[in-house]
């Protein structure tokens, strides 16, 4: 299923493809990938159509990371966690307790001189999108962050000032609204590269999930037998 709100890409690629730190450093290769650690991100994917209209305009600023990183809502940021099943088992609760809503995005911001990054603004749905924040950054997830969360669309970010002050006035009076369905749970593996592990519906019923592994499980030690 691809629908609206699902981030429609692949996550195979050399260069992959997650959740942005734009405006948090990234946690290092001393936390992720250390040991039984592991690092995930969660997001909001956008529609194919809105998703490469932003590409677009991102790789027309010079932002390198336009083709490899697709317009999205960073819901969680790069967190490392110890504890797979606990981990996924908690964003699928949060999932299922989640109804649709609606995104509009409109104008823009920076957050110049923290950090060089243009972003477009989430208007409709952006408290929505902090109870989603706050309800996944618990339990296996918790984790203190340098900044207040802020949903947000980067178009721009670590190029040259005028290209930043282009992204900034160009988009201002950008807009696009489109529903949410779900969210994607993705991991940073050891090479380096976000993976999707699941896009998870909300409100669906994880349990088919759940029920779907065991079979796929189940027929994995089969044929190894």
């Known amino acids: 299923m691809c629908a609206a709100g699902q981030l429609n890409v692949k996550t195979d690629t050399p260069q992959g493809v997650g959740p942005d730190e734009s405006r948090q450093p990234a946690v290092t290769g001393t936390d992720c990938g250390a040991g039984d650690t592991m690092c995930v991100g969660v997001i909001l994917g956008f529609p194919p159509e809105i998703a490469r209209e932003l590409q677009a305009w991102r790789a027309s600023f010079g932002d390198p990371m336009a083709e490899v990183i697709p317009a999205h809502i960073t819901l969680i940021t790069t967190t490392p966690t110890q504890d797979w099943a606990a981990t996924r088992d908690h964003v699928r609760e949060v ?29 409709e749905g952006f408290e929505e999108c902090v109870q989603l ?18 949903p947000h669309v980067t178009v721009a970010h670590d190029v040259a000032k005028e290209n930043l002050d282009e992204a900034e006035t160009v988009l201002r009076d ?11 749970l993705y991991e940073h593996d050891t090479n380096g590269i976000w993976q999707l592990r699941e896009e998870l519906d909300f409100g669906g019923d994880t ?19």
């Open 207 to 225: 349990d088919k999930t759940q029920q779907a592994e065991s079979t796929s499980t189940g027929r994995k030690s089969s044929a190894a037998n």
């Open 174 to 184: 950008y807009r696009a609204t489109f529903p949410v369905v779900s969210m994607g």
């Open 95 to 123: 999932a299922r307790s989640q109804e649709p809503f609606t995104i509009t995005i409109s104008g823009t911001g920076s957050f110049r001189p923290v950090s060089p990054v243009v972003f477009v603004n989430v208007e």
């Open 133 to 150: 924040h706050e309800k996944l950054q618990t339990g296996p997830l918790e984790r203190l962050l340098p900044f207040p969360y802020h």
